[in-house]
């Protein structure tokens, strides 16, 4: 492969991990329009490639913030299981209802709730002293590096919007995190630092199944995959390094700016503009 192709690769990779690492939303947003539009991939060989990326910039972000005790890997474990269950509900669906139709309703989710998140501020239920036996509290650090409690809310219709999000995201080939990640700040009170890293953990796991079936099957470009994925991993690690400095209230309006700009693409494709 020409190595102009791989250091644009890598560029279009450490783009989407950065992204993805500081908003949990996986890159698959990013990698996608590059690789079918600019690399001239078909849809198959870049959902395939993009698969690729975003478990290595999962795996980049999240290892990290584990590490630190952002990623609450019980919630995410849960939700995961509804995530997943949507996941093959949609690919079960697809084709059923009129893709222009479901990036609408896409794109109507992504502006409720940038828009919410830019007129109100973070809503983060801090229990009582007697709920330290609840298994829903959780300890997380606050922007004043001192460690906070907060407790998770609405967690059935938390695990039910996650499943909506994987139909949603399996349907349309967009990543959940656009979503989840909204969903548990707004809904569910989780700190939006704990979202993002939660949905970081979640993304890469519902990508390896992918990656694994694609890779069964001998359906990945390796070279255009090699390229993507060592972008991607330094790309999260930069992601990482950002959001440890980054106050909570900028990163929520930075993240609702980014999920207008998803809408408005999605929007564009609903047209068939792109």
Do not use: Q
Request: aromatic content about 6%; proline content about 2%.
């Amino acid at each position: 492969m020409d190595p102009v192709i791989i250091l644009a690769l890598m560029a279009v990779g450490i783009f989407a991990g950065i992204v993805g690492a500081l908003f949990g939303l996986g890159g698959g947003i990013i990698f996608m329009p590059f690789l079918t539009i600019v690399f001239g991939l078909s849809a198959s060989d870049a959902v395939a490639v993009s698969l690729v990326g975003i478990v290595t910039s999962s795996v980049g972000a999240a290892s990290s913030y584990v590490k630190e005790g952002r990623s609450n890997i019980r919630l995410g474990l849960l939700l995961e299981i509804t995530t997943a269950i949507g996941a093959i509900i949609g690919a079960l669906l697809a084709g059923i209802m009129a893709d222009w139709l479901l990036l609408c309703v896409f794109s109507a989710m992504l502006i409720y709730s940038a828009l919410h998140m830019l007129k109100h501020k973070e809503v983060v239920n801090e229990p009582e002293i007697s709920d330290n036996d609840d298994p829903l509290v959780f300890e997380y650090a606050g922007d004043d590096g001192e460690k906070h409690r907060y407790k998770v809310d609405n967690i059935k219709g938390g695990m039910l919007g996650c499943g909506a999000a994987g139909v949603l995201a399996s349907m349309t080939g967009v990543g959940g995190g656009a979503i989840k990640v909204p969903l548990m700040n707004l809904y569910m009170h989780v700190p939006i630092k704990v979202a993002s890293a939660t949905s970081n953990y979640m993304i890469g796991i519902t990508a390896f199944s992918g990656v694994i079936i694609y890779l069964l099957n001998g359906s990945i470009l390796l070279d255009y995959a090699a390229g993507m994925a060592i972008g991607a991993f330094i790309g999260a690690l930069i992601g990482v390094r950002i959001s440890g400095r980054l106050k909570a209230t900028s990163m929520r309006k930075y993240l609702a700016v980014v999920l207008l700009i998803i809408s408005v693409l999605e929007l564009l494709k609903a047209g068939g503009i792109m």
